[in-house]
């Protein structure tokens, strides 16, 4: 029999005797915002309108949905659920209300043609996260994306059981949050995208909107504030707070390959070079700004952790980065909240040692990366582990792909995304200095929703497993071959729920 097509596959799947489970007739009791979650979902998989508990009395077997602290076998391990499917009922138990949400999506992905009708098959779940950190990063400053691209990517990434959207919010192409304290960086640096494509940015009110959407889907919102290198845009706006930029010949390099110009001091930036700016390091003025913008962002974000960046500040003399990132991550701590920043800034000795490292290089660390993702877990904090060359969704399939870039090693394919294990990455980084995995999407080849679609889809699938899955020491199911089925299985729900995903042929994608 083939697996069925749960992802990321849970931590015990035990296919049951019972016969299946028949949809059309169900009537759905428990928990209203799951019940109204799985109502939803069953009627874009199927157009079935199950009916509710309170409805018209009715004899149809029962969907149950419930919550119980106590119910799942390892004491309501956090985010944790069971699931039952018997022949004449549906039973799933949330630790707590994410684990029912999940457990919700897990029992729309077993939802299976029967001839004319759909069912779900007789089966014994129990499920429960590896990491506590599932992210997926959207950079809404390469090209900026509208409120309803970022629910929607919201809703796909929750789908997958992911509960953080990292925001990249800033970058030298544009400054994407209203902030009340420096209104002219949305008023000056905000106009445009990669490419000449229009800009835009989030009111205040409108990023709420995305924190409380991302909230009702189990999901915070880790924002990100990129410096002290990515900050062109800062400069229109501030232009006392900007050093000029430094053009390296890597830049030159860029400029010829994928245009867009050189970058010039108080000029809007359109093209795809990195690291050549950077804020004045040696001015008072910058801690200032620094303590107004994570000030104003820590009261607008509800989640724990606020990113400060710290990618790429090749523009930046080491030293003085050291200074710059110990002092950005000090602020963010007085102000209550836990600092994340890209793994170069563990090579500071006085960052704020609460500071998450975020590691961003290859599956087989190169230049001393692994060395300063050491350096976070030293100083007593974990890491974070998105791994270019395997789970950067902005990276081409394959060299003839329309979208994407080939930096990370070159193509990555769906395999590759899928063939690495996270307590292997970096040496001296195990299973309990890691906080979690984050798969990335950057922007700078991408102006939609359509387009991320077809550069996560399938591979964010890929990252969902080593997220949440146990390692494929624990689960014979965590193989290449149970994978690239499990997917393909997958693939009519991405397509009732209007998801553009890359048909790979690496997949053998279910027809229905
Ligand atoms: C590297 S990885 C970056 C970004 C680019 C990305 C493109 C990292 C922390 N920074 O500035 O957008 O490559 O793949």
């Not at 990669?194 to 919102?221: C, K, L, N, W």
């Amino acid at each position: 029999m083939s697996p069925l097509a749960v992802v990321p596959v849970p931590r015990s799947l035990q296919p049951s005797p019972s016969g299946p489970f028949p949809l059309a007739s169900a009537v759905v009791s428990g928990d209203p915002d799951s019940a109204a979650t799985l109502r939803a979902l069953v009627e874009a998989r199927t157009g079935l309108a199950l009916e509710s508990a309170g409805d018209a009395a009715s004899g149809g077997p029962s969907i149950d949905l419930r919550i119980d602290a106590s119910a799942d076998a390892e004491g309501g391990t956090a985010e944790s659920y069971r699931l039952t499917v018997e022949a004449a009922s549906v039973v799933v138990t949330g630790a707590d209300a994410a684990g029912l949400f999940y457990g919700v999506q897990t029992l729309v992905q077993l939802i299976a043609r029967d001839g004319d009708a759909w069912s779900l098959p007789a089966v014994r779940i129990d499920d429960a996260p590896r990491f506590a950190y599932r992210g997926v990063m959207l950079d809404v400053a390469r090209h900026f994306q509208p409120v309803g691209t970022v629910k929607a990517y919201i809703d796909r990434a929750a789908g997958l059981k992911f509960n953080a959207l990292h925001l990249h919010l800033t970058d030298d192409q544009g400054w994407r949050l209203e902030l009340r304290s420096r209104p002219k960086l949305t008023e000056f640096a905000s106009g445009t995208s990669v490419g000449g494509d229009p800009g835009g940015f989030y009111t205040a009110e409108q990023y709420r909107e995305i924190v409380a959407y991302a909230a009702s889907r189990h999901m915070i919102v880790v924002p990100e504030i990129d410096m002290p290198g990515h900050t062109h845009a800062v400069g229109l706006a501030y232009p006392e707070l900007a050093e000029a930029p430094v053009l390296s010949t890597h830049i030159t390099d860029v400029v010829e390959a994928f245009g867009g110009g050189m970058p010039t001091a108080g000029e809007p930036y359109e093209g795809m070079a990195v690291g050549f700016s950077s804020l004045r390091i040696h001015d008072e003025a910058t801690y200032d700004f620094v303590a107004d913008v994570f000030g104003e962002l820590a009261a607008l974000t509800p989640g724990p952790y606020l990113h400060l960046g710290g990618d790429e500040a090749l523009g930046t003399a080491p030293e003085d980065f050291a200074l710059f990132v110990e002092r950005a991550s000090t602020i963010i701590a007085d102000l209550g909240k836990t600092p994340v920043a890209w793994h170069e800034a563990g090579a500071a000795a006085g960052l704020h040692p609460d500071t998450i490292g975020q590691y961003w290089g290859f599956t087989t660390p190169t230049d001393g990366m692994d060395e300063k993702t050491r350096a976070f877990v030293r100083r007593g904090a974990q890491v974070i582990l998105s791994p270019a060359d395997a789970i950067y969704l902005d990276m081409k399939y394959a060299p003839d792909a329309r979208l994407g870039l080939t930096w990370a090693n070159g193509p990555t394919s769906v395999e590759r995304a899928y063939a690495w294990e996270p307590a292997d990455i970096v040496p001296g980084v195990g299973e309990a200095d890691i906080l979690g995995v984050e798969a990335p999407m950057w922007t700078e080849t991408v102006r939609d929703l359509s387009d991320i679609d077809e550069l996560a889809f399938p591979r964010i699938a890929a990252a969902a497993e080593a997220a949440w899955s146990p390692p494929a020491a624990d689960s014979d199911l965590r193989t290449w071959e149970s994978f690239r089925t499990r997917v393909g299985g997958l693939g009519p729900l991405w397509t009732r729920l209007g998801i553009g995903f890359q048909a790979s042929s690496e997949i053998p994608w279910a027809s229905e």
